[in-house]
């Protein structure tokens, strides 16, 4: 599987124009000059009632900034396992957190760059899989094999209204999704829920399934030019990938992705934005626009090292990032689902 994987990249590198990307200021030195602020004040979560009587678990992603003052603000619930159970707990401890303000040359900067994935586990967690739920993720598993994907859709989605009561539970709900959606031909739908697997702080699957579900992620990301998800992807591999089995191949693959965005053509990226109307991009250049159809985004964040900028969006319109920013994400909020075309631009 592997060899077919690398052979795909190679296919995509060779077929595809080239990138650029601004090298002026290495990520590294950047970090040199500055110096962070601890946390000064952390508040978990209160575990919402309701579900702890039901013994649900699962887990919240927010993105957040930290001002000038160390305290956190625009936070907001990027992804969450079941949505609204866990979303506002999640928000109302992140918000009240504080921290030491982060000095750059010894002026306090904002840290816009900031994710937490909270996990709400009953216990010591990780109970294993109920019988309902097996026998529910055998009746897909079986749909699947037999081509049926009208009926392993309906399950799914049964399955997902029903919730996922523990996190292994959850994992392997994201797993049997991604499967669904890769033999629906459902890309986005697939990168999304690979993406809630590569989330956990450890494999909740088999060791070798998570790799395989890596691999297919860094796949994916790469041939739908999401080339810093890609990095972080393989570096992930390469810490679980303790036997270099899949990691030198994946390696191979990101030196030549390295040389391949270092190009002097723009270049398009796709999305679509997810049940809450989001869309996140991590930017490889400095420079970018949108294209097509923007009537659907209401608004864009864009979420930098030291730096936190609201814009709306109108046609024709590029933005330029400057170097002292550092690595930047965007956030792209709009209609559900609606597709956006973004374009990286090389530097003129």
Sequence with gaps: MHSKIISSFAILLASSSTYATDTKQ????????????????????????????????????????IGKDGNVNSAFVQDSSIPQVFDQATLTAVKAWTFEPTLVNGEAIEQCKNSVRMDFVIGQGEKGARRKFVSRYNKITTALDEGDLGLAGKLIDKLRVKGSWNLYEDAWLSNIEARYYRQQGDVDSEMRSLSRLSSTRRPLLALGEHLNSLARLFTLKVNHKQFISA???????????????????????????????????????????????????????????????????NKLDVRCENKHLTYSVTKDTAWNIPDSYGQCSIYVFGRKQSKVELVELAKS
Excluded at 51 to 61: L, P, S, T, Y
Excluded at 273 to 289: P, V
């Design 26 to 65: 290495p990520l590294s030195e950047l970090l040199e000059q500055i110096n962070r602020g601890e946390r000064t004040h952390y508040e978990a979560p209160k575990y919402p009632l309701i579900a702890a009587k039901k013994g649900q678990e699962g887990w919240v992603v927010v993105s957040y900034v």
């Design 231 to 297: 990095f972080q992807i393989a570096l992930t591999i390469q810490r679980l990938d303790t036997e270099n089995l899949l990691y030198p191949r994946i390696r191979a693959v990101t030196e030549r992705i390295e040389q391949y965005i270092d190009g002097k053509d723009n270049y398009m990226v796709n999305g679509t934005l997810n049940d809450k109307g989001i869309w996140r991009y991590q930017l490889a250049r400095n420079s970018f626009g949108f294209s097509g159809d923007i009537s659907s985004i």
